[in-house]
């Protein structure tokens, strides 16, 4: 199972290897990895997405938390949650492909930020399957490369971790 | 007043309460050792190697309750001492560590004697820091020793730049309390699971009490021994436990697991109900998981709530400090009716008949089973007796009959040869009223031999028993057992002769090839109250360890000695270490 672990990071030198060292070290498998400033400037949030079945996100949740720079460390998918995803997709284009493109484009919601004679950049949000599918559906020759954040994420509603 | 870093160091660990700091100087600790000059409130104890010093700190540590201090130089001075900073993380042993640095503005310049100490630590400590501004000297300390001391225990290192030590600063304060928003050891009791274990002990019909390190670690002897005795329950040890619970009361079964007693695994393998204390459910207890305790209902208290359900799926999880939660179940089980266990104990009665732990003596050879016999006698098993690590470590383990809590100090989790004498002069510091044994195969105790040195300049009078088997006896039992007995680089050839050795360090040597001489030589040995005394004895080259649980095997599946001559283990089991 697919599994999005927010983790309140205090803003230590070290902290981020701490955590990436926890995932290595006991054989924990990383996704994605995503760590940025918060408000708090005290604060960083991580947020990890694993695969593993429950007994090993369990360890993974308790072994965080028993990090001494990790604040809260949460299950975010063991709770109603909004992730999203930002990707950056370069393509080379022709006159044969710019109109199916541009048409993906706009199902997706997705935007050209920069656009060269041969190429687009599109810059896409959304939830990560739907990114996937955006991939998915172009055909892979004309895919110069991709670039994603990894997942961010936070409770629905009122709750914070 | 304005001091320097060095200063507001060392004035941080006097106001500590730290006693003993055990180390070796420098270039990037000297501002420390200057400091250190200085005052008279703590003693430095100057080891031989690095790793001597995270041992004694780690044996002061065992046998005080109170955390060890190790103080190292950058580069070489700290990666000798990981070792031993490994071992005390394995342990749960709360120590401080403070290692030099390079200069800050050198930091990653691949300067002289720079390694990246937090680095290289991360893995083997509870927590560290690298102190990047003279103002965090004294907090950082605070932080350190809390971090150590509480929760479950652990090492923590502070490496600190050698500039930082040597800039100026105000005086700082040195905290007496400290709160980490980030670090909150659990201590709350959650009633509702103590309301489910109560029901789940009194309506068992075949309960054991399963003890661990924790019950040591957390001082809950009494709370252990009430519990127990309150009931009736059977219970069991673990190699880290042996002591909490006395080894000599009628409800014990002594030490489960790989070498433990066949009782004890026979009541784990059948038991309804057992309670967990302290104890991690460590691969060498559980034996073949798959065949752990296959009808038990599992009651886990631990502190620690990664140690909760990590290797076996637990029914009742009492997250907490032992102690405290050993007291409120006990106060809610009290007028509580249970069920009648006089069948299990019948049960229980038989199993001990099998007598797992004798063996045969032969003419002409000591056995060392003999010698730990002796050793308890002559010491009337109210020693610290420390050991090394193989089949010594078990024998002691087995045959000395532990009734007190901090007087068995070993290396259980990382199993480091040469932790014995370090950890008996470390011990011996903490409690020099009494006498302290370090049990040791000649194997291991050529790993910290130079610290005999450092035990004549200290005064630590302890004495050296060498089961010497001329061989690497525990790799040799693994090579009789399960490689038809190749006996590849067991064998150790040219030892020193240990005698002369222990003479030329200014200590007393005895050479014991008789049996008649074992117990007149330690008695002797211990006679000499204030002298380190090593003790040579010439023990059966080809004793195995039993019982023993096979690599693979069920509790149920013992292999007893005389019963089996040839043990086999399947391909899981070559598996296994
Ligand atoms: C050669 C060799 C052979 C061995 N054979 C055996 C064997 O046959 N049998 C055996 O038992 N071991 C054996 N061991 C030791 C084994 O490797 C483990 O070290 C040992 O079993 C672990 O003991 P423990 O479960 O008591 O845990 P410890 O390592 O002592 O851990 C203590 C537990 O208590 C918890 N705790 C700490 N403080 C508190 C507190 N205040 N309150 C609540 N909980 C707390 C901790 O979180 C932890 O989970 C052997 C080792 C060697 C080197
Ligand atoms: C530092 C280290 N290296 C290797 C081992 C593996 N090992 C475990 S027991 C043992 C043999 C110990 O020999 P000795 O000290 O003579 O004790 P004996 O088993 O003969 O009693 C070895 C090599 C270890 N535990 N520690
Ligand atoms: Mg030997």
Same mark, same amino acid.
């Given at each position: ?28 498998? =990383? ?50 949650? =909004? ?17 199916? =493109?541009?048409?993906? =484009? ?56 | ?59 002061? &540590? ?18 000798? &001492? ?53 103002? !965090? ?209 019948? !049960? ?43 089949? *010594? ?52 105790? !050529? ?9 004549? !300049? ?97 509790? *149920? ?21």
């Amino acid at each position: 199972m697919r599994h999005i672990v927010s983790i309140m990071l205090e803003n230590e030198s070290g902290a981020l290897s701490r955590v990436a060292g926890l995932f290595s070290a006991r054989g924990f498998n =990383i996704e994605s990895l995503n760590v940025a400033p918060t408000n708090d400037e005290t604060l960083s949030r991580m947020t990890i997405v694993s695969i593993g079945d429950d007994n090993i996100i369990e360890q993974i949740v308790k072994q965080l938390n028993k990090l001494v720079d990790v604040v809260t460390a949460t299950d975010l998918t063991s709770y109603e949650h =909004i992730e999203r995803e930002l990707m950056l997709v370069k393509l080379s284009i022709n006159q044969d492909n710019q109109a199916d =493109i541009i048409k993906q =484009i706009d199902y997706f919601s997705g935007k050209i930020v920069d656009a060269s004679e041969d190429t687009y950049t599109i810059e896409l949000a959304g939830q990560s399957k739907s990114l996937d599918a955006f991939i998915e559906l172009l055909d892979e020759s004309l895919i110069i490369e991709v670039s994603r954040t990894g997942v961010t994420g936070v409770l629905k509603g009122t709750n914070n971790n | 007043m304005m001091l320097n870093g060095a200063e507001i160091l060392t004035n941080s660990l006097i106001e500590e309460g730290v006693e003993y700091i055990f180390g070796f100087p420098g270039g990037a600790v000297l501002h420390i050792y200057d400091a250190l000059n200085a005052q008279d409130k703590m003693t430095h104890v100057l080891v031989r190697h690095e790793q001597g010093a995270a041992h004694a700190a780690d044996g002061y &540590a065992r046998a005080s309750g109170k955390p060890g201090v190790v103080l190292v130089t950058s580069g070489p001075g700290i990666t000798n &001492a990981v070792t031993g900073i490994a071992t005390a993380y394995m342990d749960s042993i709360p120590m401080v560590i403070i290692s030099g640095q390079v200069p800050s503005p050198l930091i990653g310049n691949d300067a002289f004697q720079e390694v990246d100490a937090v680095g290289i630590t991360r893995s083997c400590v509870k927590h560290n820091f690298l102190i990047k501004d003279i103002s !965090q000297i004294a907090v950082t300390l605070k932080k350190a020793f809390h971090i150590a001391t509480t929760g479950r225990p652990g090492p923590v290192l502070i490496d600190i730049p050698k500039d930082i030590t040597i800039g100026l600063s105000e005086n700082q304060v040195y905290p007496n309390t400290i709160d980490l928003r980030s670090y909150k050891p659990h201590n709350d009791i959650d009633k509702e699971q103590i309301n489910k274990a109560v029901e789940s002990i009194i309506s068992s019909t075949k309960p054991i009490v399963y003890s661990g390190g924790g019950s040591v670690i957390g001082n809950a002897a009494s709370e252990l021994r009430k519990l127990t005795r309150d009931l009736g329950l059977p219970i069991t040890q673990t190699l880290m436990g042996l002591g909490a619970y006395p080894a000599n009361d009628e409800l014990s079964l002594g030490m489960l697991g790989m070498h433990g007693t066949y009782e004890a695994n026979m009541a784990m393998h059948h038991s309804d109900c057992v309670i967990a204390v302290g104890a991690r459910f460590d691969d060498r207890v559980t034996a073949n998981i798959e065949k752990f305790c296959p009808n038990a209902e599992i009651i886990q208290l631990d502190i620690d709530p990664t140690s909760i359900g990590k290797n076996v799926a637990v029914d009742i999880a009492l997250v907490g400090d032992v102690k405290a939660t050993l007291k409120e179940l006990i106060r809610a089980l009290n007028g509580r009716s249970k069920s009648d266990i006089s069948k299990w104990w019948s !049960q229980i009665n038989d199993w001990r008949k099998k007598k797992s732990l004798d063996y045969k003596k032969e003419e002409g050879v000591i056995k060392p089973q003999t010698v730990i016999e002796t050793l308890y006698d002559v010491t009337k098993g109210e020693a610290i007796v420390t050991s090394d690590v193989g089949q *010594h470590q078990m024998w002691a383990a087995q045959y000395y009959l532990f009734d007190e809590p901090r007087r068995w100090i070993n290396s259980g989790g990382l199993g480091t040869m040469g932790f014995g004498l370090p950890a008996a002069m470390g011990a011996k510091l903490a409690v020099p009223d009494r006498d302290v044994a370090c049990v040791t195969g000649e194997g291991s105790i !050529q790993m910290m031999l130079q610290e005999l040195s450092t035990m004549l !300049q200290y005064s630590t009078p302890v004495k050296i028993v060498n089961l010497n088997n001329r061989y690497l006896g525990m790799v040799r039992q693994w090579q009789e057992f399960f490689y038809e007995k190749r006996y590849s680089m067991s064998y150790m050839d040219a030892l020193p002769d240990f005698v002369k050795l222990a003479e030329s360090f200014g200590h007393v040597g005895i050479l014991v090839e008789k049996e008649s001489d074992l117990r007149p030589a330690l008695v002797e040995a211990f006679k000499l109250k204030d002298r380190t005394v090593f003790l040579d004895i010439i023990t059966d080259q080809k004793e195995n360890v039993y019982p023993m649980i096979p690599s693979g095997a069920g509790h *149920h599946e013992m292999l007893l000695a005389g019963e089996d001559d040839m043990v086999s283990t399947n391909d899981e089991g070559l598996n296994l270490v």
